[in-house]
């Protein structure tokens, strides 16, 4: 139970951030235009004196629209992006421990977590949590009910 009220809280905390991010983009935004002397030569990009970190700019070139943010702002859409994934992956992963029918559902969570991170760098990307389950129930089979039917 605790464990549904700290995602239900951060997924409340992330839309929250989403919506920062979407309303700095939509309120702060300018127009800056690039200057070339040819398409072949490198932009310079002049800006205004009231240059702001906190704002998002849109250049305009060659018919292109690109967007100037800050270093803070990628930053935290990264993150937003990856507390998503993270939240997919363990609403997946929730999904097929439940559909195994574990005696302890918190026990095999623990295990199927520990066993996704083994890889930390990609542990998101790279784990199927049917998979994980499936590797969970094969080696420790005293922790699912099991149905013998006889007929």
């Known amino acids: 139970m605790a464990r549904s009220k700290k995602k239900l809280e951060d997924s409340k905390n992330n839309l929250i951030r989403l919506q920062r991010l979407e309303r700095i983009l939509t309120q702060s935004s300018k127009q800056l235009r690039a200057q070339t002397g040819s398409q072949n030569d490198n932009i310079l990009l002049r800006y205004p004196d009231d240059f702001q970190n906190n704002q998002v700019y849109f250049l305009d070139t060659h018919n292109q629209e690109s967007v100037l943010i800050s270093k803070e702002i990628f930053s935290e859409m990264l993150q937003i992006l990856y ?35 083994k890889n930390e760098d990609s542990w998101l990307f790279t784990n199927d949590p049917k998979q994980i389950v499936a590797n969970i129930k ?8 099991q149905f013998k039917l006889k007929f």
């Open 83 to 117: 507390s998503s994934f993270e939240e997919n992956f363990c609403i997946l992963l929730e999904q097929e421990i439940a559909e195994q029918m574990p005696y302890d559902f918190d026990d095999v969570w623990e295990i199927a977590i520990r066993e996704a991170r």
């Open 138 to 145: 094969k080696q420790n089979p005293h922790l699912f009910l």
